[in-house]
């Protein structure tokens, strides 16, 4: 299992891509998965909400700036 530190740089589907990757390699024990999902499942829903936030805050912005 590795360690994503820059998990940022990467797109939601590639971070997809290589959970897929690690749930399906037989070599990383129970602990060292349940650590990886639990990192990057938490990092992906995160993303999600800010993507969900930033046309709003565009919007808000507009109406402000008239």
Same mark, same amino acid.
């Given at each position: 299992?590795?360690?994503?530190?820059?998990? #940022?740089?990467?797109?939601?589907?590639?971070?997809?891509?290589?959970?897929?990757? &690690?749930?399906k390699?037989? !070599? #990383?024990?129970? &602990?060292?998965?349940?650590?990886?999902?639990?990192?990057?499942?938490?990092?992906?829903?995160?993303?999600?909400?800010?993507? !969900?936030?930033?046309? =709003?805050?565009?919007?808000?912005? =507009?109406?402000?700036? !008239?």
């Open positions: 299992c590795f360690f994503l530190s820059d998990k #940022n740089l990467y797109t939601s589907s590639f971070l997809e891509f290589i959970f897929d990757l &690690v749930k390699f037989k !070599g #990383n024990s129970k &602990v060292d998965f349940k650590l990886f999902s639990d990192m990057i499942l938490w990092y992906m829903q995160i993303r999600q909400k800010y993507f !969900g936030i930033i046309p =709003k805050v565009y919007e808000v912005q =507009k109406r402000i700036q !008239g």
